[in-house]
Nanobody
């Protein structure tokens, strides 16, 4: 299996938190771009958070200070910690890992 699998999405109220997981079937290879994207109905798929080629992290302005991307190499997994969620964060979230896309996981933020 070469495609990663996302999990952890769901329905939450504004201000709550979620942690998304992206699991690879094998080892994570840092040579490939690694990051999280999201797509709302009628919109394009946009970058949310990513690891840069220098080993640092980059975030969209809309999530900076609220979201954190990290990884656990031993578990072949990448994560997105999402705090202080807003209704504007509602979207399908996709991970990019080992050169391919996951199937997506739905995040809905609503009161």
């Amino acid at each position: 299996q070469v495609r990663p699998v996302e999990s952890g999405g769901g329905l939450v109220q504004p201000g709550e938190s979620l942690r998304l997981s992206c699991a690879a079937s094998g080892n994570i290879f840092a040579i490939y771009p690694m990051g999280w994207y999201r797509q709302a109905p009628g919109n394009q798929r946009d970058l949310v958070a990513a690891f840069t080629s220098r080993g640092s992290t980059a975030y969209a302005d809309s999530v900076k200070g609220r979201f954190t991307i990290f990884r656990d190499t031993a578990k072949n997994s990448m994560y997105l910690q999402m705090n202080s969620l807003k209704s504007e964060d509602t979207a399908v979230y996709y991970c990019r890992l080992n050169g391919d896309w996951g199937q997506g996981t739905q995040v809905t933020v609503s009161s």
